[in-house]
């Protein structure tokens, strides 16, 4: 297949991509127009239709040759990610860590998650054998954020090709390289798969917008939640199916019986990694009052000595986007003004590319630190009289995409009352590293799921078929009516639904 790239007309639209510490030109990029992707949707049309005849085995071994390409081409993708999106080289390996483990379990799983199986057909029916096979939808749209942007391209990659899709990915504007890369790599490691099968197109709102509006079969989301109502209202004008993975503002619950040491190492991870511009970062700490000081004492030593910068293995890089280092200030100055202290940092920790670790204490839960995404290395804790108010208060916003707690003995029991998609016990994040684990959100994080078994389901269409195996004496589906079947009919509904069923 030729690279997409080659074939963008010299008097396209187009815009340029930059790293946001040094300004280096990373590459330019087409803005792409809905004829354009009306176009790529059609080819995916045909190139699906020879995806869907390989079979489970055979995607499973293109999908494996595909990973083993993009082992091997690592850094490769290292530096893109990191002159994209100024990311340390640590975290766009933990990207690809997270993505090629999707790629591989999905190929791996998609046989038995997504294969014919017998079901049994009930007693009206039991003359006819039953079975359940997950179709593909044909093609699918995936949009994604620039905060993970090989993650997230990956991810939705990994799912709906497995599940039999052809793909067209829309990367965000700010690391459009990384999704070229990441279409683009598909080729490279299988060059004669059909074009079509895995396209990517490049642009703004409106280029996402139209690809919502194209017809395509499914549409997976991840980004902000006011983008993903947009994204749902255009979808609706044709019914395409949606699936919104959106933001978050995650808490955590310190209870009194917490290893403390490790929970701060912890949360203080959990909310700087990657600059704190993740949709799963630590954002809120709840803590129980009677382990309060010891753990504010040990944030603040593990807080301190985060580095930041623009080594290769620096802690944390720079802000990728400027607007969101406003949303910082405007969400640090807020809680400083309504009475919150700052633990570790303050605004002047905020030094454009950059922002050093805050760490904010006892922050009114109606600041905007409390109730909006912050998307920086910023951590809000307060502290909390008992389990029961960190719950409550953890439970409080609109989102719900993870959560975590810290307790030696009341760890599952805490979990189970957390709104949110996922929780981890005595540790953060790691449920969005287990590709066999569904992932996503409730409340306005979002609906459906990646991952697991369901996020190969996500992207395929149940499809029931029955077959009759021998012709019973009471048939149902036959005229005329037998003169006994309403009377044969009527002993057995009385014998089988009006007592108890174990
Ligand atoms: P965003 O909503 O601004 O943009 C996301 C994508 O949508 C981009 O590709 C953008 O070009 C496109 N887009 C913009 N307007 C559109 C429209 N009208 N129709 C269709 N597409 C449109 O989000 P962002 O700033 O790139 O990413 C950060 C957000 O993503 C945060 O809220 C973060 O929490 C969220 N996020 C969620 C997850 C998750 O799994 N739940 C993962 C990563 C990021």
Redesign the pocket.
Known sequence: MTAQLDKVASDRESFEVRNPATGESVGTFPVHTAEDVAALVAKGRDAQKWWAAQGFAGRKKRIQQWVRWLARDCDTLYDIGFRETGKPRPDVQFELLAGLEDLRWAATHAKRVLGERKVAPGLAMMNFEARVSYEPLGVVGI??????PVY?AFCGLAYALAGGNAVIL?????SAATGVYAAESFYKANPDAPEGLVSWITG??E???A??RSGVDKLG????????R??MS?CAENLTPVLL????KDATVIAEDADVEAAAQSIVWGSMWNSGQA?VGVERVYVVQKVRDEFLRKVKENAEQVTVGLEPLSDIGPMT?PNQIEIIRRHVTDALDKGATALVGGLDSIKPPYVHPIVLVDVPEESSAVQE?T?GPVVVINTVADEDEAINRANATEFG?GSSVFSKSRGAAIASRLHAGGTTINSVLTFVGMPSLP???VGN??FGRFHGDDGLREFTQAKATTRKRFKMGQEMQRFPRGKDDFDVVYKVIKMRYARKFR
């Open positions: 949009i994604t954020p620039w905060n993970a997230t829309k990367p965000s504007e700010i703004f709102g280029t996402g917008a690809l919502c989301f991840t980004g902000s939640v006011p983008t993903g947009r994204v255009a993975e959106l933001g978050g949709c986007v995404e998307f995409l992932f996503g959100g994080s979002g």
